[in-house]
């Protein structure tokens, strides 16, 4: 069973970055897609970006495009999204998830296509 354990997040100042991390156990990240999904108040869970393990290609939503960078730390099983230039809308829950197996490029933009879920942290951009 794959466990996803993140950290990083908080409260920051437009304009500001963050690092967040997303640990797995029980399973290794290598050769599998994993994903970072966001969810706001009274908005869906929003993909922000995802990256192939086997390839090292990486994925972004346009309203991230150039601001945030997801990789990977084999060595460590942990995967990373650097957030700079935050803005007030880049508020939410942010969550990683990985598949149960390798999907598609497109699956990866859905929530449905992930099996395993971080516990989700909290990132508050002040304007």
């Known amino acids: 069973q794959l466990q996803l354990v993140e950290s990083g997040g908080g409260l920051v100042q437009a304009g500001g970055s963050l690092r967040h991390s997303c640990a797995a156990s029980?399973?290794?990240?290598?050769?599998?897609?994993t994903g970072w999904f966001r969810h706001a108040l009274v908005k869906a869970r929003e993909y922000v970006a995802g990256?192939?393990?086997?390839?090292?290609?990486?994925y972004y939503a346009d309203s991230v495009k150039g601001r945030f960078t997801i990789s990977e730390d084999n060595a460590e099983n942990t995967v990373y999204l650097q957030m700079n230039s935050l803005k007030p809308e880049d508020t939410a829950v942010y969550y990683c998830?990985?598949?149960?197996?390798?999907?598609?490029?497109?699956?990866?933009?859905?929530?449905?296509?992930?099996?395993?879920w971080g516990q989700g942290t909290q990132v508050t951009v002040s304007s």
């Open positions: 998830a990985a598949p149960p197996l390798p999907i598609t490029i497109s699956e990866m933009q859905v929530p449905s296509s992930y099996a395993y």
């Open positions: 029980g399973r290794t990240f290598v050769n599998y897609d």
């Open positions: 990256i192939r393990l086997s390839v090292g290609s990486t």
